[in-house]
């Protein structure tokens, strides 16, 4: 049983930062494909982000450019970067594991063997 654990959510001004992370239990991170996933209230959860077991990374059209995934192999960690944020970036966001993947698919959740408990982002306007 893999638990994930995110790390970083808050509250921010729209233009403003955060940076997520995501610490998998149970092995080095980069045993599993992760992704990032987010869902706003009265939505579908979607996809953001993940990073497939050999580093290959895959994004949605929406953030593009403003957040960047990356592993901190010293802490173990699957970290998401968000820059130049919106209210529309408000959503819970949780992390999510499978054993093995290429390119971590975005729009299959159900590719995902673990899901983290989430971690809260407010951005204001």
């Known amino acids: 049983q893999v638990q994930l654990m995110e790390s970083g959510g808050g509250s921010v001004q729209a233009g403003g930062s955060l940076r997520l992370s995501c610490t998998p239990s149970g092995g080095s991170s980069r045993t599993y494909c992760l992704a990032w996933f987010r869902q706003a209230p009265g939505s579908e959860r979607e996809g953001v982000a993940g990073?497939?077991?050999?580093?290959?990374?895959n994004y949605a059209d929406f953030v593009k450019g403003r957040f960047t995934i990356s592993r901190d192999n010293a802490k173990n960690t699957l970290d998401l970067q968000m820059a130049s944020l919106t209210p529309e970036d408000t959503a819970m966001y949780y992390c999510a594991a499978a054993g093995w993947c290429r390119t971590p698919p975005l729009t299959q959740r159900n590719a995902y063997d673990w899901w983290g408990q989430g971690t809260q982002v407010t951005v204001s306007s």
């Open positions: 990073m497939g077991n050999d580093g290959r990374t």
